[in-house]
């Protein structure tokens, strides 16, 4: 009985030190009346914090109403990539807000989409998030003020488990992403796409950030 205890805490040692940072399995002891079992439990929950974020980067209400003097509008047809409900007369409509510094990249700007009586009115509470193209830093994006941050910081916000492109690195959950371009191993700029598909992959990052 003791040689058996003895090799399945070896076999367990063994698995856990072999286990990679992104596909840690919890490994669970049971002991019951006749001997000591091996059980393995289910992977450790998603990142709550990424799915939060993915969910609701900002509040775009709040944060237009902060910012209704500094801000230009368009409309377009959106894009081929981006979510687009099945909503009739309906358009896309950018926000592109100042900020007090605007780097070479241009100005910060939020797509939304816009259905129904409010479509073009900019109170409007019923738009839909579609994207966000940041390059400055803006503190009234709250948690979505990321310029500047560094690898290590999104890390510890985020978690390990992004996907490696050329230029930085991208988080996502089902149909959301967060393309986050690095320089120095700080970020320089971000996207936040809310997706028409969940299979996100280089391809489609690099038709989104080209």
Same mark, same amino acid.
Do not use: A, G, M, T
């Given at each position: 009985m003791k040689i058996r205890v003895l090799t399945i805490l070896f076999l367990v040692f063994f698995s856990c030190k072999n286990a990679t940072k992104k596909e840690t399995e919890q490994i669970q002891i049971v002991v019951d009346s006749t001997e000591l079992k091996m059980e393995k439990a289910e992977n450790p929950t998603e990142n709550s914090k990424l799915i $939060?974020?993915? !969910? +609701?980067?900002?509040? %775009?209400q709040k944060f237009k109403s902060m910012n209704n003097g500094n801000v230009t509008t368009s409309v377009n047809n959106g894009l081929k990539y981006q979510y687009h409900p099945a909503i009739n007369d309906s358009i896309f409509y950018g926000y592109n807000f100042i900020t007090d510094s605007i780097g070479p990249k241009g100005i910060n700007e939020i797509v939304v989409f816009k259905y129904g009586e409010n479509k073009h009115r900019f109170e409007d509470e019923t738009e839909i998030l579609i994207e966000m193209r940041i390059f400055n830093k803006d503190s009234d994006l709250g948690k979505a003020n990321l310029i500047g941050h560094s690898k290590a910081e999104l890390e510890s916000e985020f978690g390990i488990d992004y996907l490696t492109f050329e230029k930085g690195i991208a988080y996502s959950n089902k149909n959301k992403v967060?393309?986050? !371009? %690095?320089? &120095? $191993? &700080?970020? +320089? $700029?971000y996207r936040y796409v809310k997706l028409n598909t969940e299979k996100i992959d280089n391809d489609l990052i690099g038709q989104i950030i080209k």
């Open positions: $939060s974020f993915l !969910e +609701n980067p900002i509040d %775009l967060l393309i986050l !371009e %690095l320089d &120095k $191993s &700080k970020v +320089n $700029s």
